[in-house]
């Protein structure tokens, strides 16, 4: 698994790349709260144009990270998946709950 982490404003940019799965999940939600901790964030986006694999633990790593953001009133959202990653985003139910967006862009609009 790849990370690369930016934080603009109040906004945590999270690009990750590879596959979300048991093996990488705890790492993943680690470094994700980590910085959540630190800074004061209110909104997360979640850059998955390089996850080429989910499952059901990148999906709990996603829903955890949501009801954080939910918890202090802020915001996540989910760009760039894979129609592979956002078909198991959809059968899930997380694209509910978090928007699944095109781009960042599309953020803009919501």
Do not use: H, W
């Not at 982490?5 to 993943?28: C, N, P, Y």
Request: some cysteine; proline content about 1%.
């Amino acid at each position: 698994m790849n990370l690369d982490i930016k934080i603009i404003k109040d906004t945590l940019m999270v690009r990750v790349g590879g596959e979300m799965d048991m093996l990488v999940a705890d790492q993943l939600r680690y470094e994700i709260d980590r910085v959540i901790r630190g800074k004061n964030i209110r909104n997360l986006i979640l850059d998955m144009e390089a996850v080429t694999f989910m499952d059901s633990a990148g999906l709990a790593v996603i829903l955890g990270r949501y009801k954080k953001m939910a918890a202090s009133g802020g915001k996540m959202y989910i760009i760039k998946a894979r129609p592979g990653v956002k078909k198991v985003l959809e059968l899930s139910g997380v694209d509910k709950l978090v928007a699944i967006c095109t781009d960042e862009k599309d953020i803009i609009n919501l």
